[in-house]
DNA sequence: TTCCGACAGTGGGGTCGCAAT
DNA sequence: ATTGCGACCCCACTATCGGAA
């Protein structure tokens, strides 16, 4: 198949706003690509790129390179390319990888450089995804949408359902299920402002601590353990703790759920920014196992001694876990009986932040495990902080901000009478918002940079965050984490803003 | 008809590791 | 040695479509 059939489906997918034109137009295509193309054209039209990521970005893609005239490559072809382009490492790659682009590029069609360019850098912009390109394979082969998405979630991979549909038809998705070793979509959480909102909508639950780490997904086969991310990458040799632990466990298959971060001397959890960094490191894992040791604190069993307990109710795969599991290393929780209990909720919440968590998730009891879900059955909750600061330049948007001056940066008052840069904004906004503001900051510019404007520091706009961090790139030392705007402050004066002594004192802990 | 769940999009900061400077 | 870049951790929020109520 020619890649310029894809692109130009994937330019009538963007096009389509409806998301049942989109999967009719995959489900099109998919039908008519032959055996040995399915494994490329099913990921290169679910925006992704079989390789995974190549390690090539914006700055390599940017440079510009005339467009072939006529179409000539093929999907076989191109994925070829970018597998050697993959490949290609040492010294003096650089050069040698912006050569291969370039010479991909300039046997492409201007519409195929576009679908190339999104495809690299990760953003196809068709508004079609995995959930999509699922809806397009299920029409295509006749199978239930959503048994493919289940068998989706099961494989943790699209690519291998697709295959073993388009080969054997529908009634290969009763190969897919649980197996021990081969990582699992993991079941997501949404948020509610308190635990008396979490609670109402789910009747008796667990309360448990939200730790502020790295989400695992630990996999025992007799001796055989492997650990994955919450995106499913593998994970394994970056925690040899974590492998012997789940070996001294009194079981010999099993599938766990959990987090895993430091803690300090006094048993406080270390910041995120700390967990992060060690889990990251990935050359010398022995010195930054000894300098920084990470604990697992697991929350769910997927799998254990061969039974799959993802249909179960979270109170028979709590039970499980509990079997399995001794109990410091598992999540701190409470049961509550329901919206009249709240009380206890409340109070366990207020122990959690206490202890130096991040807050709690509410998850009911009677719920099965939804793989790959952000099902209501989970519901965190985190306080909320919330400043008045002043905006002090705003960069343009892209994409639908194309045109709107979106993200916003933010200043706090400081001692000197000046402002100190604590970060940046795009969320929160609304488009009457976007409007509004590139309009009203744009008669406050006094400098407009290639990227967006520098104005007078006069607009306060009211921020929430989840914490502070620290940073080595703004000047107060510290930036928020997780900013979004909740309203402008038209009632405010600039001289009205929080100042970073403050914000500061707000956050002992973090204060450099 | 209205409501609400699921998705895609729009990017934020930090850290690590590699290649180039 | 330092800098720039990309990958991958953490993540909030809005707009939209389409099925459920």
């Not at 991909?104 to 450089?113: V, W």
């Not at 001692?415 to 900051?441: S, V, Y």
Request: hydrophobic fraction near 45%; charged fraction near 25%.
């Amino acid at each position: 198949m020619l890649l310029s059939r894809l692109a130009r489906v994937s330019q009538e997918v963007a096009a389509a706003s409806a998301r049942s034109r989109k999967t009719a137009l995959l489900a099109e295509l998919f039908r008519d690509a032959e055996a040995d193309d399915v494994p490329i054209v099913i990921p290169y039209l679910a925006g992704r790129l079989p390789q995974g990521r190549l390690g090539i970005g914006w700055k390599v893609l940017g440079r510009p390179v005339a467009p072939a005239a006529e179409p000539s490559l093929t999907v076989r072809g191109v994925d070829a390319r970018l597998t050697a382009l993959g490949k290609v490492s040492g010294t003096g790659s650089q050069a040698e990888r912006a050569r291969l682009v370039g010479e991909l590029m300039g046997a492409a069609t201007e519409e195929e450089q576009r679908f190339l360019f999104g495809l690299i850098t990760g953003e196809v912009r068709q508004g079609a995804l995995d959930a999509v390109a699922v809806e397009g394979l299920a029409l295509a082969t006749g199978a239930p949408a959503a048994g493919v998405r289940r068998a989706v979630m099961l494989a943790g991979s699209l690519q291998a359902v697709a295959g073993a549909l388009l080969a054997d038809g529908p009634d290969a998705l009763g190969r897919f299920r649980l197996t021990v070793g081969r990582p699992v979509q993991p079941m997501l959480a949404r948020s509610a402002p308190s635990v008396a909102e979490a609670v109402a909508g789910l009747g008796a639950c667990a309360v448990e601590e939200k730790l502020d780490g790295i989400r695992v997904q630990v996999h025992r086969d007799g001796g055989t353990v492997r650990i994955y991310t919450r995106t499913l990458d593998d994970i394994t040799d970056r925690l040899p703790e974590l492998t012997a632990t789940a070996r001294e466990l009194d079981g010999e298959r099993f599938v766990l759920d959990g987090e895993v971060l430091a803690f300090d001397e006094a048993g406080r959890p270390r910041s995120f920014q700390e967990t992060a960094g060690r889990v990251g490191s990935r050359v010398d894992v022995g010195a930054a196992a000894r300098e920084v040791p990470v604990s697992p604190v697991f929350f769910d069993a997927l799998s254990v001694d061969g039974r799959d307990l993802l249909d179960l109710p979270l109170t028979r795969r709590h039970a499980e876990l509990a079997r399995l599991v001794p109990e410091p290393m598992r999540v701190r929780r409470t049961l509550v009986s329901g919206p009249g209990d709240v009380g206890r909720a409340e109070d366990f919440l207020a122990a959690a932040l206490a202890r130096g968590h991040e807050g709690v998730v509410v998850k009911a009891l009677d719920a099965p495990y939804g793989a790959g879900r952000r099902g209501a059955s989970w519901v965190k909750v985190k306080p909320v902080h919330t400043l008045d600061l002043v905006v002090l330049g705003a960069e343009w948007g892209h994409g639908r901000r194309t045109g709107r001056l979106s993200n916003l940066h933010l200043g706090a008052r400081t001692a000197e009478g000046g402002f100190a840069m604590l970060g940046k904004t795009f969320k929160g906004m609304t488009d009457a918002m976007l409007a509004w503001q590139t309009e009203r900051l744009r008669e406050l510019a006094v400098a407009e940079k290639g990227w967006g404007v520098t104005v007078r520091p006069e607009l306060v706009v009211e921020i929430a965050y989840d914490g502070l961090q620290r940073s080595t790139r703004y000047p107060a030392g510290v930036t928020l984490r997780f900013a979004r705007v909740v309203r402008y402050r038209e009632d405010k004066r600039p001289q009205d803003a929080d100042t970073v002594e403050t914000l500061l004192a707000a956050h002992p802990e973090v204060a450099p």
